[in-house]
C-alpha cells in the first residue's frame, strides 16, 4: 500500500492521518510535540464545529466527545450602540436556531486522543519538529507528503497568493479565555448558543460552550481592531491578568456578557491565548531545495481570521476533501496537476470562507447593518445567518449585495404578511365557528341565522 508523510498534528493532520489510516495506507504523522505534552499544554483555538464539519468526523467514527461536549444549538449576534450611562446597549440582539445542533471539543483533548488513536491502530509517529530540509530527505521515501502544520519553516515553501488575499497585515488582535462559572443568558436559560458581539471600531467578543480538560467549560474570545481600545493583550503573560483584561473589556463595551461573567474563573493555567496575523491564501504546492513537491493542508493554505468561527470547520473540510481526492487515485502518481486539482476541490468550499471572513473584518456597509437589525424583527432571518455559519456558500444568496439583501428582505416581509393574514383568518374562523356552537344552544332558529354569516366575517379577514 502507499506510503503517505502528514506533517502536523492538528484538526485536519489527525483527521486525515485516521481516514487514510482506516484505509489501509501506510501513514507517518510528524508531530512537534506527543500526546501528553498537547495535553497538558496551552489552549490552542476556539473551536465551534458546525453540523457538516461534525458529519465528517462522524463518517470515521472519530466522535469520540460527542455525548458530553455541550450541544450548540442557537447562535446569536448582538451589537453595541453608541456609549451611555451603565456603558453601550445593545442596538440588535437576537438567537437563530441551528438545524443541527454544534459542537465545541478542546482540542487539547482532541487532538491527544486522535494521536493516541493513531498509535493504537498501528501508524507511526515521529516526535520532531520538521525543517524544509528534513523534508527535502524524507520526500524520496513517501509517494506523498502532506504538510499540515500551519505555522513555523515549512510554511515558507507556500507563497502567497496575493489575487485571493486582499489583506497584508493583521485585522484583529485575538485574546481567549476558557473559564468555569459563566452564567447562562437569562434570554434563553435552557439553550447552549455562540454568542457574537459587535461592537462597532472595537471589535467583537464572542461566548460559546465547550468541553475542555476539567469538564463543560465556557470561551471568552476578543477580536480587538489594531490599535483600539480593545487591543490590550500584548506583553501580558500572567493568566490571571489576561482574564481580569477579558473580563474589563466586557464590563465596558457588552456590560449584557458581563453581567454573567462576574463569578467565573480560568479553568486552568494554560486557559488563555492571545495572538495576530494575516489572513493568507498561499499557493498549493510547496518545492523542495532537492526538486519534491508537498501539498498543502487546510491553514497552512487557506488562513482565515477566526472572526467567522470556520478554522476547525474548514479544517475538517478540507480533510474531508483531500481524503477523497487521495482514494480516487488509486495507484497513479500524486504529481503536481493532482495536487493544483485536489487544492482546487477543497477551494470550492473554501473561497466562501474566505470571502464571508474578509468582508466581517471590514466596516459592515449599511445593508448588512440592515439585514443583522432584520434578525430581531423576523426568525426567518437570524435563522438563515445562522445556518450559514455551517454553509457559508448561501451568503452569497443574500448578504453581499445590497440589491440581493434587499429583495431578500422584501421577500421575508411578504411571507410574514402572509403568515400573519392567515393567523387571523384563522383565528376568526375559529371565533366564529365558537360563536355558532353557542347560538346552536340557544337555539335552532337563531343557529341556522348565524351559520349564514360566519363565513362572511372570515373572508372579511382573508
Same mark, same amino acid.
Given at each position: 500500500?502507499?506510503?503517505?508523510?502528514?506533517?502536523?498534528?492538528?484538526?485536519?493532520?489527525?483527521?486525515?492521518?485516521?481516514?487514510?489510516?482506516?484505509?489501509?495506507?501506510?501513514?507517518?504523522?510528524?508531530?512537534?510535540?506527543?500526546?501528553?505534552?498537547?495535553? @497538558?499544554?496551552?489552549?490552542?483555538?476556539?473551536?465551534?464545529?458546525?453540523?457538516?464539519?461534525?458529519?465528517?468526523?462522524?463518517?470515521?467514527?472519530?466522535?469520540?466527545?460527542?455525548?458530553?461536549?455541550?450541544?450548540?444549538?442557537?447562535? @446569536?449576534?448582538?451589537?453595541?450602540?453608541?456609549?451611555?450611562?451603565?456603558?453601550?446597549?445593545?442596538?440588535?440582539?437576537?438567537?437563530?436556531?441551528?438545524? @443541527?445542533?454544534?459542537?465545541?471539543?478542546?482540542?487539547?483533548?482532541?487532538?491527544?486522543?486522535?494521536?493516541?488513536?493513531?498509535?493504537?491502530?498501528?501508524?507511526?509517529?515521529?516526535?520532531? @519538529?520538521?525543517?524544509?530540509?528534513?523534508?527535502?530527505?524524507?520526500?524520496?521515501?513517501?509517494?506523498?507528503?502532506?504538510?499540515?502544520?500551519?505555522?513555523?519553516?515549512?510554511?515558507?515553501?507556500?507563497?502567497?497568493?496575493?489575487?485571493?488575499?486582499?489583506?497584508?497585515?493583521?485585522?484583529?488582535?485575538?485574546?481567549?479565555?476558557?473559564?468555569?462559572?459563566?452564567?447562562?443568558?437569562?434570554?434563553?436559560?435552557?439553550?447552549?448558543?455562540?454568542?457574537?458581539?459587535?461592537?462597532?471600531?472595537?471589535?467583537?467578543?464572542?461566548?460559546?460552550?465547550?468541553?475542555?480538560?476539567?469538564?463543560?467549560?465556557?470561551?471568552?474570545?476578543?477580536?480587538?481592531?489594531?490599535?483600539?481600545?480593545?487591543?490590550?493583550?500584548?506583553?501580558?503573560?500572567?493568566?490571571?491578568?489576561?482574564?481580569?483584561?477579558?473580563?474589563?473589556?466586557?464590563?465596558?463595551?457588552?456590560?449584557?456578557?458581563?453581567?454573567?461573567?462576574?463569578?467565573?474563573?480560568?479553568?486552568?493555567?494554560?486557559?488563555?491565548?492571545?495572538?495576530?496575523?494575516?489572513?493568507?491564501?498561499?499557493?498549493?504546492?510547496?518545492?523542495?531545495?532537492?526538486?519534491?513537491?508537498?501539498?498543502?493542508?487546510?491553514?497552512?493554505?487557506?488562513?482565515?481570521?477566526?472572526?467567522?468561527?470556520?478554522?476547525?470547520?474548514?479544517?475538517?473540510?478540507?480533510?474531508?476533501?483531500?481524503?477523497?481526492?487521495?482514494?480516487?487515485?488509486?495507484?497513479?502518481?500524486?504529481?503536481?496537476?493532482?495536487?493544483?486539482?485536489?487544492?482546487?476541490?477543497?477551494?470550492?468550499t473554501a473561497r466562501h470562507v474566505t470571502k464571508w471572513t474578509n468582508a466581517m473584518l471590514a466596516p459592515p456597509p449599511?445593508?448588512?447593518?440592515?439585514?443583522?437589525?432584520?434578525?430581531?424583527?423576523?426568525?426567518?432571518?437570524?435563522?438563515?445567518?445562522?445556518?450559514?455559519?455551517?454553509?457559508?456558500?448561501?451568503?452569497?444568496?443574500?448578504?453581499?449585495?445590497?440589491?440581493?439583501?434587499?429583495?431578500?428582505?422584501?421577500?421575508?416581509?411578504?411571507?410574514?404578511?402572509?403568515?400573519?393574514?392567515?393567523?387571523?383568518?384563522?383565528?376568526?374562523?375559529?371565533?366564529?365557528?365558537?360563536?355558532?356552537?353557542?347560538?346552536?344552544?340557544?337555539?335552532?332558529?337563531?343557529?341556522?341565522?348565524?351559520?349564514?354569516?360566519?363565513?362572511?366575517?372570515?373572508?372579511?379577514?382573508?
Amino acid at each position: 500500500m502507499r506510503k503517505i508523510l502528514i506533517v502536523g498534528a492538528g484538526q485536519s493532520g489527525l483527521q486525515l492521518a485516521l481516514g487514510l489510516q482506516s484505509q489501509g495506507y501506510e501513514i507517518t504523522l510528524m508531530s512537534n510535540r506527543t500526546a501528553d505534552e498537547i495535553r @497538558g499544554g496551552r489552549v490552542m483555538s476556539t473551536q465551534c464545529m458546525f453540523h457538516t464539519a461534525l458529519d465528517h468526523e462522524r463518517d470515521l467514527e472519530l466522535n469520540f466527545w460527542e455525548e458530553r461536549a455541550p450541544r450548540i444549538e442557537g447562535l @446569536g449576534v448582538s451589537v453595541a450602540g453608541p456609549p451611555a450611562p451603565g456603558g453601550h446597549p445593545r442596538v440588535i440582539d437576537w438567537v437563530g436556531r441551528l438545524d @443541527g445542533y454544534a459542537q465545541s471539543v478542546d482540542q487539547r483533548i482532541k487532538m491527544a486522543g486522535w494521536m493516541e488513536t493513531f498509535e493504537q491502530r498501528g501508524g507511526q509517529v515521529v516526535i520532531h @519538529g520538521a525543517a524544509v530540509s528534513d523534508l527535502d530527505v524524507l520526500a524520496r521515501k513517501y509517494d506523498l507528503v502532506l504538510v499540515a502544520a500551519g505555522k513555523g519553516e515549512l510554511v515558507s515553501l507556500f507563497g502567497r497568493d496575493a489575487d485571493r488575499s486582499p489583506y497584508d497585515t493583521p485585522r484583529r488582535a485575538l485574546a481567549v479565555a476558557y473559564v468555569h462559572g459563566l452564567g447562562p443568558r437569562p434570554e434563553h436559560p435552557g439553550v447552549d448558543a455562540v454568542r457574537c458581539n459587535l461592537v462597532p471600531g472595537v471589535g467583537e467578543l464572542f461566548v460559546m460552550p465547550t468541553l475542555t480538560t476539567s469538564g463543560r467549560a465556557d470561551i471568552l474570545f476578543w477580536e480587538a481592531v489594531p490599535g483600539g481600545p480593545a487591543d490590550a493583550f500584548q506583553g501580558l503573560t500572567d493568566p490571571a491578568e489576561h482574564l481580569e483584561r477579558v473580563l474589563e473589556l466586557m464590563e465596558h463595551f457588552t456590560p449584557w456578557e458581563y453581567a454573567r461573567a462576574t463569578k467565573v474563573e480560568l479553568t486552568d493555567a494554560g486557559g488563555t491565548l492571545s495572538g495576530r496575523y494575516a489572513p493568507t491564501v498561499r499557493h498549493p504546492v510547496g518545492r523542495l531545495p532537492g526538486g519534491g513537491l508537498v501539498l498543502g493542508v487546510a491553514d497552512v493554505v487557506v488562513a482565515n481570521d477566526p472572526i467567522t468561527g470556520q478554522g476547525s470547520n474548514s479544517a475538517a473540510k478540507c480533510a474531508a476533501a483531500y481524503l477523497e481526492s487521495i482514494l480516487e487515485r488509486g495507484d497513479r502518481p500524486f504529481d503536481e496537476e493532482w495536487m493544483r486539482t485536489t487544492f482546487d476541490r477543497y477551494w470550492e468550499t473554501a473561497r466562501h470562507v474566505t470571502k464571508w471572513t474578509n468582508a466581517m473584518l471590514a466596516p459592515p456597509p449599511e445593508h448588512i447593518v440592515n439585514l443583522l437589525g432584520a434578525g430581531s424583527a423576523f426568525p426567518a432571518v437570524a435563522h438563515r445567518i445562522a445556518n450559514g455559519f455551517d454553509d457559508p456558500s448561501d451568503f452569497e444568496n443574500f448578504f453581499y449585495e445590497p440589491e440581493k439583501t434587499a429583495a431578500y428582505l422584501d421577500e421575508v416581509r411578504e411571507e410574514a404578511e402572509a403568515a400573519e393574514a392567515e393567523a387571523e383568518a384563522a383565528e376568526a374562523e375559529a371565533a366564529g365557528t365558537e360563536a355558532a356552537e353557542a347560538d346552536d344552544m340557544a337555539g335552532a332558529d337563531d343557529g341556522a341565522e348565524v351559520d349564514d354569516q360566519a363565513p362572511e366575517a372570515v373572508r372579511s379577514f382573508r
